[in-house]
T-cell receptor
Framework: GAVVSQHPSRVICKSGTSVKIECRSL??????MFWYRQFPKQSLMLMAT?????????EQGVEKDKFLINHASLTLSTLTVTSAHPEDSSFYIC??????????FGPGTRLTVL | EDKVVQSPLSLVVHEGDTVTLNCSYE??????LLWYKQEKKAPTFLFML????IEKKSGRLSSILDKKELFSILNITATQTGDSAVYLC??????????FGKGTKLSVIP
């Protein structure tokens, strides 16, 4: 139980294009999902908290107009990186909350912007 | 500012050794301490600790929380090469967000 999927697992795009990453909780409903970013050899950095049916809460320093988050249902949250640039290249991981504090992570999406 | 510090940052042991990974935290409105194992991709959940002094065990792994000293340890006994990974500690506090430490990279050599 408690499986979270992410799609795509890997994406390569040109600078200036937009990329959408999907995060799904497969066997449970998640009112709250989280989006993290991880640079090589570094820990997870929380980007935003996504609540079903309401606007996401972004961490300080994360541009909400650049990283668009939509949590349209209890099993799906999407992160769209708009007008991607090479510095946006990173490993993006989502998680879904099942119970208090227990987060289950998706497998992550490796984004490379050329 | 909430802070989670893990030590050591990296560790190399031989198979069969026992290791102890450390995690200290300073967070406002602390609720829980979580341990994750991260191999090539996303972290997998190991333990969630909310009460002091109660050890949680899963096979060769165990963990305990000291809420007075703001500290948790993760023990791995009889280590195997498959235990090689980055172990992340995170504190749940305030709202439902987690603050992660930088992780301890464990390498188990045959």
């Amino acid at each position: 139980g408690a499986v979270v999927s992410q799609h795509p697992s890997r994406v390569i795009c040109k600078s200036g294009t937009s990329v959408k990453i999907e995060c799904r909780s497969l066997d449970f409903q998640a009112t709250t999902m989280f989006w993290y970013r991880q640079f090589p050899k570094q820990s997870l950095m929380l980007m935003a908290t996504s609540n079903e049916g309401s606007k996401a809460t972004y961490e300080q320093g994360v541009e909400k107009d650049k990283f668009l988050i939509n949590h349209a249902s209890l099993t799906l949250s999407t992160l769209t990186v708009t007008s991607a640039h090479p510095e946006d290249s990173s490993f993006y991981i989502c998680s879904a909350e099942l119970g208090t504090d227990t987060q289950y992570f998706g497998p992550g999406t490796r984004l490379t912007v050329l | 500012e909430d802070k989670v510090v893990q030590s050591p940052l990296s560790l190399v042991v031989h198979e069969g050794d026992t290791v102890t990974l450390n995690c200290s935290y300073e967070v406002t409105n602390f609720r829980s301490l979580l341990w994750y194992k991260q191999e090539k991709k996303a972290p997998t959940f190991l333990f969630m600790l909310t009460s002091s002094g109660i050890e949680k065990k899963s096979g060769r792994l165990s963990s305990i929380l000291d809420k007075k000293e703001l500290f948790s340890i993760l023990n791995i006994t009889a280590t195997q090469t498959g235990d090689s990974a980055v172990y992340l500690c995170a504190a749940g506090a305030g709202s439902y967000q987690l603050t992660f430490g930088k992780g301890t990279k464990l390498s188990v050599i045959p």
